[in-house]
């Protein structure tokens, strides 16, 4: 159960959120360790009459420097490795979730209960023209291009999160919040909300189909059939 | 002359008036035990509930029967609900802190008895209400214990109608009692101290009550608002939290984790307390750096007002956000440390008996510890992009919740149970029980770890909807055999607890040597405590003290008199 413990990662940050999660990994697992083996050899080397009977306990207040540096020392040791998880986080969240980078694709996700609708601006690359096309719970994106995506929500709080992709985002009504993500590596990816949202909220899945150039400009000849025949060359996304 | 601290009062003769509506804090104490482990009663049903769907999706549940999605919700929803506000408060705070804080510091009573009495019937009328709620039409609440809006907001979005409602009420009504009650810890603490007890002579566990209550005073008033906004949305037709009326469903989250975040430090700074109370007499030393611990809870306090937006790293606020909050939210770490290693230094060198109360104590200590470490994965807002929402919150919280307060709680009602009902409990059920709650427990969450860092959504009715996660079903299996076993290991503390009140060995005044002014006084203690008010001559924790015949100098023995040789 512990041997492989993230799921496989997709996207090209990925990578930074489980760097961030194994440093973190290493570094509370080596306090965790020492902080129980001091727990427990001392409960198992002073129990009473292990010492010899009528040994006593020490008198230790912990109330002199010298005793106290016994505690202050790790609890520096701590501050500074929690100022490194700081840094190395804070860099990689301003990657992940700072400023969108010039994106080749723009998709609007609409969730509502229990259902991802996604709507693609269709050939002429606008929103709200007659060629724009609303998917269900299918996520097409083109492999090794920077997808864009702006989240609305019709009722409730949802949550977008792609397992694979390490990628989540609330689904605020009332805002559009945007984000991105890309994916070197086709593939199937499963969608969960996250966000509890009403009595199907376990169902609401949807798949990101993250596919190869051919794949995708075969996907998209097959959903603007006429159209799209005319204006291929001025789409960027093949 | 008699002055007005002195002056004895007997009990009330009346039924009713000594044991129903008592203003006597150790009735009251009780009263509010009664309560939360009536609560955890059902907190531990709604569990079994909740395990059983989760390894045998659909089936039926023995003594139950098959449960839909929205009943899980709903389940789910009590079973927090319950277990943070009518099972941890309750317990730690009401039970122990009204136990204790009088006691402890040398007085005849809390400072407002009847107060206090009105604090404990109004958190009985929440719960009356919130278990009202869960039989009305429609459905108790299904929103979650967070009870994010609009999904808590607007009706249509779960058909839960007056269910929501009396869940606000229930809340507003529980907040409204530990409002009055910290009013009363404070006060007392502060005020009615016997002579000689100066702050820096308080045992620990008054300190982090004390603390509690006040964290717990200056967090609380801005949920009230937002639960009354609630109620608002829902009854009046107001739109505070739902966009198509121009409200924001953020508004909440901030109300509601701006109080969240600080009632965790609320329930584990007396869960500490308790467990720090036990440590120092069964290993018979001092606490290793008591102003450091007091220094550590306040700071622990005051961070804990910083932080409440690390719940929120994806929620849709501005993520410039996220930076500072994950700083202070990992600095926490920095007084939780200072504290974790102090414990473990009183233990370290001591004469350690592992007694039941100990065997708690410690326990809780080792757990707490794994509630802590992956409390730093949840608290980088980097990792918690893949995290937030997983078991793995689930399992760090319990991680965090259940040792402070079953860990801690269970460490002090096996210590301070003679002294509350004058007899001992039963040690070898005792024993059997830690054993069984300590692994069980770890059987249960360790599985749900790696369940959320396989990436599994929390609040889901069934995971085999997801393909990704089916190959993890087993560990649900593991976690819901394990939940089996830790209520099997509740039974023998049923049998003891009730059956010790009758049957147990009559309990000496002090039977465990300890320092502390509770143990100076009957066991049980009189109506108002002590026969004459004792006055305080030393710390609350000197044990083993080098050149003593005995390993324990009571707080009330006063300092031998230095008799100056007459040639000086």
Not at chain 2, 525 to 534: L, S, T
Request: charged residues 15%; aromatic residues 16%.
């Amino acid at each position: 159960m512990f041997s492989n413990l993230l799921p496989p990662n997709v996207s090209t940050f990925g990578g930074d959120v489980d760097h961030t999660f194994w440093m973190i990994f290493w570094i509370v697992g080596f306090w965790f360790v020492l902080a129980e083996g001091v727990l427990i050899y001392s409960i198992v080397r002073y129990r009473k009459g292990s010492t010899g009977a009528g040994t006593r306990a020490m008198f230790l207040r912990g109330d002199t420097p010298r005793q106290l540096a016994w505690i202050f020392i790790p609890v520096a040791i701590i501050l500074f490795l929690d100022l490194a998880i700081d840094r190395a986080g804070a860099s990689a969240w301003e990657r992940i979730k700072g400023e969108i980078p010039p994106s080749d694709v723009t998709i609007k996700v609409t969730a509502k209960q229990f259902n991802w609708n996604f709507t693609y601006p269709g050939p002429d690359g606008k929103f709200g023209t007659a060629d724009d096309i609303t998917a269900e719970n299918d996520l097409h994106v083109p492999a090794g291009k920077v997808v864009k995506f702006e989240l609305q929500s019709e009722d409730v709080i949802h949550s977008f999160f792609v397992p694979e992709l390490r990628l989540k985002q609330d689904v605020v009504p009332g805002r559009k919040i945007s984000g991105w993500f890309q994916s070197d590596i086709p593939g199937t990816y499963e969608i969960a909300c996250s966000e509890l949202c009403g009595f199907g909220h376990y169902s609401m899945h949807g798949t990101v189909i993250v596919q190869n150039a051919k794949d995708y400009s075969a996907w998209l000849h097959d959903t603007w059939p006429t159209k799209f025949a005319a204006n291929s060359a001025s789409v960027k996304a093949n | 002359m008699e002055t007005a601290a002195e002056q004895h009062h007997e009990a009330p003769a009346g039924f009713v008036r000594r044991y129903i509506f008592s203003t006597d804090h150790k009735v009251i104490a009780k009263q509010y035990m009664i309560l939360s482990l009536t609560m955890a009663l059902i907190g531990g049903f709604t569990a079994y509930l909740i395990r059983w769907q989760l390894a045998w999706p659909e089936t039926d549940i023995p003594g139950w029967g098959p449960i839909g999605p929205d009943n899980y919700n709903a389940i789910i929803t009590m079973h927090g609900t319950v277990m943070v506000f009518f099972v941890a408060m309750p317990f730690l705070l009401g039970a122990f802190g009204n136990y204790l804080i009088p006691l402890m510091i040398g007085a005849r009573d809390m400072a407002f008895p009847r107060l206090n009495m009105m604090s404990f019937w109004t958190v009985f009328t929440a719960s009356v209400v919130l278990t009202i709620s869960m039989f009305v039409p429609g459905g108790p609440a299904a929103a979650g214990w967070t009870g994010y809006a609009p999904l808590s907001d607007n009706p249509i979005y779960t058909g839960v109608t007056w269910g929501q409602n009396l869940w606000i009420l229930a809340l507003a009504l529980e907040f409204g009692s530990f409002l009055m009650g910290g009013i009363n810890f404070l006060t007392t603490a502060l005020n009615m101290r016997a002579p000689g007890m100066t702050l820096w002579r308080l045992p620990l566990v008054v300190w982090m009550e004390l603390t509690a209550a006040v964290v717990f005073l200056l967090s609380v008033g801005p949920l009230i608002a937002g639960a009354l906004m609630l109620l608002a949305d829902r009854t009046l037709g107001t739109g505070f939290f739902r966009p198509d009326r121009g409200g924001d469903p953020l508004l909440w989250e901030h109300l509601f984790w701006f109080f969240g975040h600080p009632e965790v430090y609320v329930v584990a700074l007396p869960g500490f307390g308790i467990m720090l109370e036990v440590m120092p007499v069964f290993a018979r030393k001092p606490i290793f750096g008591y102003r450091t611990m007091v220094w550590s809870t306040i700071a622990a306090g005051l961070l804990s007002f910083i932080v409440w937006a690390h719940h929120m790293f994806v929620s849709g606020m501005d993520p410039r956000l996220a930076t500072p909050f994950s700083v202070t939210t990992i600095l926490i770490s920095v007084p939780f440390a200072l504290l974790v290693f102090s414990m473990i230094a009183t233990v370290w060198g001591g004469s350690i008996t592992l007694t039941t109360p100990m065997l708690f104590a410690l326990g809780g200590l080792a757990t707490f510890i794994i509630g802590g470490v992956t409390g730093i994965f949840l608290g980088s807002a980097t990792t918690d992009i893949f995290l937030h929402g997983t078991y793995f919150v689930v399992a760090h919280f319990h991680y965090t919740l259940f040792p402070v307060t079953f860990f801690g709680g269970f460490a002090g009602l096996y210590y301070w149970y003679p002294k509350m009902f004058g007899r001992m409990m039963n040690e070898t059920l005792g024993k059997i029980h830690f054993w069984f709650t300590f692994v069980f427990f770890n059987a249960i969450f360790i599985p749900l770890f790696a369940v959320g860092t396989h990436g599994s959504p929390r609040r889901i009715y069934e995971l085999s909807s997801y393909t990704y996660l089916q190959p993890f079903q087993y560990l649900h299996v593991i976690a819901t055999y394990a939940t089996i076993g830790l209520f099997i290991g509740q039974l023998p503390f049923i049998v003891n607890f009730i059956g010790s009140m009758v049957r147990g060995k009559r309990a000496a005044d002090n039977p465990w040597d300890a320092n502390t002014l509770e143990w100076a006084t009957t066991s049980p203690p009189p109506h108002e405590n002590f026969e004459h008010i004792p006055v305080v001559y030393r710390d609350p924790y000197e044990y083993s003290v080098p050149g003593e015949n005995e390993d324990w100098i009571p707080q009330t023995r006063p300092e031998p008199q230095i008799v100056y040789a007459a040639a000086d």
